[in-house]
Nanobody
Framework: QVQVMESGGGSVQAGGSLRISCVAS????????MGWFRRAPGKDREEVAR????????YADSVKGRFTVSADNTTTNSLSLQMNNLKPEDTAMYYC??????????????????WGQGTQVTVSS
């Protein structure tokens, strides 16, 4: 059974920074495509960032230049999101998603197989 678990998050003032992390566990032999999503109150789920199979990264326009997604080289199937210059509009529940690899990792939300329970990020003005 694969489990996806996020950590980090919290509350910060506008302009501050936070780092959230995620690990997909349960099958150490498997490799996963992984990405970050968020859902703000009253809004649709939004893809935030992902690492593609070729190592390139993809970001939502709203976070480009402020957020950095990375894989932890010491932990298999892990993903982190460094969030700098946070804005009140970044306030949301952030979710990590995973899918067994087999392609480019350029996935839509509905294509992911496993989801974490989310970690809250709150940015005050």
């Amino acid at each position: 059974q694969v489990q996806v678990m996020e950590s980090g998050g919290g509350s910060v003032q506008a302009g501050g920074s936070l780092r959230i992390s995620c690990v997909a566990s349960g099958n150490r032999a498997s490799r996963f495509c992984m990405g970050w999503f968020r859902r703000a109150p009253g809004k649709d789920r939004e893809e935030v960032a992902r690492i593609n199979a070729d190592g390139s990264t993809t970001y939502a326009d709203s976070v480009k230049g402020r957020f950095t997604v990375s894989a932890d080289n010491t932990t298999t199937n892990s993903l982190s999101l460094q969030m700098n210059n946070l804005k009140p509009e970044d306030t949301a529940m952030y979710y990590c998603a995973a899918k067994h690899t087999g392609g480019s990792c350029q996935l839509s939300a509905h294509q992911y197989d496993y989801w974490g329970q989310g970690t809250q990020v709150t940015v005050s003005s």
